[in-house]
Nanobody, 128 residues
Framework: QLQLVESGGGLVQTGGSLRVSCAAS????????IGWFRQAPGREREGISC????????NNVDSMKGRFAISRDNAKNTVYLQMNSLKPEDTAVYSC?????????????????????WGQGTQVAVSS
């Protein structure tokens, strides 16, 4: 079983930055794409960014390109989401998820239905 734990959330002012982390533990053998998602109160879960297991391919939501950047350090079993120029509408619970992949498949998707494991999430609040 793969466990995912997010950290790094908090309260930040508009225009500020945060880096949230997703650390994997447990049965980490294998190949996993990692995605970041967020959910604000009263709203549906929204895909933000994802990265293939090799780190070489990623998808990003157009509205967040230029502000959010995903990266992964496989040696540390950790994926990061750097968030800059934060806005109050970025306030949400940010969660990471892992999708098991075959070795030859370095793609990732922002469709949450494909993901096999989820973390508990970390709260990000942006004050105006």
């Amino acid at each position: 079983q793969l466990q995912l734990v997010e950290s790094g959330g908090g309260l930040v002012q508009t225009g500020g930055s945060l880096r949230v982390s997703c650390a994997a533990s447990g049965f980490t053998e294998g190949y996993y794409a990692i995605g970041w998602f967020r959910q604000a109160p009263g709203r549906e879960r929204e895909g933000i960014s994802c990265v293939g297991w090799s780190g070489g391919r990623s998808n990003n939501v157009d509205s967040m390109k230029g502000r959010f950047a995903i990266s992964r350090d496989n040696a540390k079993n950790t994926v990061y989401l750097q968030m800059n120029s934060l806005k109050p509408e970025d306030t949400a619970v940010y969660s990471c998820a892992a999708e098991r992949k075959r070795a030859g498949d370095t793609s990732c998707t922002l469709d949450p239905d494909w993901y096999d494991y989820w973390g508990q999430g970390t709260q990000v609040a942006v004050s105006s």
